[in-house]
T-cell receptor
């Protein structure tokens, strides 16, 4: 079974701080996606990275796909309370997504 | 209306009861999925279907069954519910031609088995 481990599992920070969430696997994926989930809702796609070493930016969020396509990171600059939520990475194999264990982020004003 | 609708949103049921969770979608996607979410475990795949006549087991299919009644409808059944099936259940859809667009999820069903 392919596994995607995320770290940290929980993160509680003050508004304005920077943070990085990691997503690691021993398996190679054809692409990797990041989702954010808010209470009472399903996950919503933030970004897809496809090429090893690829970096994508979405406002204050920076996503990177590892060179070997086994890992990824999400960096948030100057976190805001609106960034609060559960962040999930998901690796694509041939026909379905494997989801990571999740990182629950709380940003306090 | 939501692209992916799950019913019910919340359900409490007793051990041993049969229960069905329903999912319908307006995305026109062929692929549909059922996931279970537990704290610290992320989303785990229960069953998936790539078209109306296709049903596949995921990593945790024991104790569950599914039915793909139409392209737009995919239901999940617990034949005899047990307490460790208490969880948040999500239905999702995808377009195989646009996998990079990700999955579209419903809002989930919170199931409690007492």
């Amino acid at each position: 079974t392919q596994l995607l481990e995320q770290s940290p599992q929980f993160l509680s920070i003050q508004e304005g701080e920077n943070l990085t969430v990691y997503c690691n696997s021993s398996s190679v994926f054809s692409s990797l996606q990041w989702y954010r989930q808010e209470p009472g809702e399903g996950p919503v796609l933030l970004v897809t990275v496809v090429t090893g070493g690829e970096v994508k930016k979405l406002k204050r969020l920076t996503f990177q796909f590892g060179d070997a396509r086994k890992d990824s990171s999400l960096h948030i600059t100057a976190a805001q309370p609106g960034d609060t939520g559960l962040y999930l990475c998901a690796g694509a194999n041939t026909d379905k997504l494997i989801f990571g264990t999740g990182t629950r982020l709380q940003v306090f004003p | 209306d939501a692209d992916v609708t799950q019913t019910p949103r919340n359900r409490i049921t007793k051990t041993g009861k049969r229960i069905m969770l329903e999912c319908s979608q307006t995305k026109g996607h062929d692929r549909m999925y059922w996931y279970r979410q537990d704290p610290g475990l992320g989303l785990r795949l229960i069953y998936y279907s790539f078209d109306v006549k296709d049903i596949n087991k995921g990593e945790i299919s024991d104790g569950y069954s599914v039915s793909r009644q139409a392209q737009a409808k995919f239901s999940l059944s617990l034949e005899s519910a047990i307490p460790n099936q208490t969880a948040l259940y999500f239905c999702a859809t995808s377009d195989p031609r646009q996998l990079n667009y990700g999955y579209t999820f419903g809002s989930g069903t919170r199931l409690t088995v007492v």
